[in-house]
């Protein structure tokens, strides 16, 4: 069993900064794509970020230029930078991570439970 750990969330005033983590642990033999998803009350979860595993990245059009999304292969750890902040961008945080935990031929996608991100003055 493969599990997602995420951390860095809280309060932030609007055009602060915020670092997210998330350390995946257990039976894993490789980890693929790993992204950041965001859920507000009343909406549908929506991809904030990815990163494969060569480090190409992707970042929804309402958060690019603003935040960074990075890993450290080793440590199994990816990371969201969140700079200038808005209110809008408050929501709940998913991890999720793309895990080879049975057979290096196949990924089976992994999510966290979730941290709090909220932005206001």
């Known amino acids: 069993q493969v599990e997602l750990v995420e951390s860095g969330g809280g309060l932030v005033q609007p055009g602060g900064s915020l670092r997210l983590s998330c350390v995946a642990s257990?039976?894993?033999?490789?980890?693929?794509?790993m992204g950041w998803y965001r859920q507000a009350p009343g909406k549908q979860r929506e991809l904030v970020a990815s990163?494969?595993?060569?480090?190409?990245?992707n970042y929804a059009d309402s958060v690019r230029g603003r935040f960074t999304i990075s890993r450290d292969n080793a440590k199994n750890t990816v990371y969201l930078q969140m700079n200038s902040a808005r209110p809008e961008d408050t929501a709940v945080y998913y991890c999720?991570?793309?895990?080879?935990?049975?057979?290096?031929?196949?990924?089976?996608?992994?999510w966290g439970q979730g941290t709090q991100v909220t932005v206001s003055s």
């Open positions: 990163i494969t595993s060569r480090s190409s990245t």
């Open positions: 999720n991570a793309e895990v080879s935990d049975r057979s290096p031929l196949y990924r089976s996608p992994y």
């Open positions: 257990g039976r894993i033999i490789s980890i693929g794509v």
